[in-house]
């Protein structure tokens, strides 16, 4: 069975089971899958030094780990996701902040403002 996707743009795609993050792994940029069920807690954050603005790939700190963007300093907000399956939480931007909230919004996953 094809997943239906409901939110695509050139750093992430959100479909009916989950989030995949490209642009992840550091230095080949493959993607990452985060399943819906695997996620803890999901935050959003306004873009700071403290949040992760300048983090552009990768991670200062071994507690957030940033996929790649090199617009992330322009970016609306930052969102976090933090699962149930590992330490490290994920920092990660998008293209369209009011769409992708609708469409994680359709999945019955609260995104905490912080």
């Known amino acids: 069975m094809e997943?239906?996707?409901?939110?695509?743009?050139?750093?992430?795609?959100?479909d009916d089971k989950g989030i995949r993050i490209k642009n992840?792994?550091?230095?080949?940029?493959q993607?990452?899958?985060?399943?819906f069920q695997d996620i803890f807690k999901m935050e959003k954050r306004q873009?700071?030094?403290?949040?992760?603005?300048?983090?552009?790939?990768?991670?200062?700190?071994?507690?957030?780990?940033?996929?790649l963007?090199?617009?992330?300093?322009?970016?609306?907000f930052?969102?976090?996701i933090q699962m149930a399956t590992q330490s490290t939480r994920i920092g990660f931007t998008v293209e369209?902040?009011?769409?992708?909230?609708?469409?994680i919004d359709s999945k019955g996953i609260r995104i905490e403002n912080s």
């Open 47 to 67: 873009p700071t030094l403290t949040t992760g603005k300048w983090r552009i790939w990768g991670s200062s700190n071994l507690i957030t780990w940033f996929p």
């Open 24 to 29: 992840y792994y550091f230095p080949l940029g």
């Open 3 to 14: 997943n239906y996707l409901i939110y695509s743009d050139k750093l992430l795609d959100v």
């Open 69 to 76: 963007d090199w617009s992330r300093p322009k970016r609306e």
């Open 31 to 35: 993607a990452k899958f985060v399943k």
């Open 78 to 80: 930052i969102f976090f």
């Open 96 to 103: 369209d902040s009011k769409a992708f909230i609708e469409a």
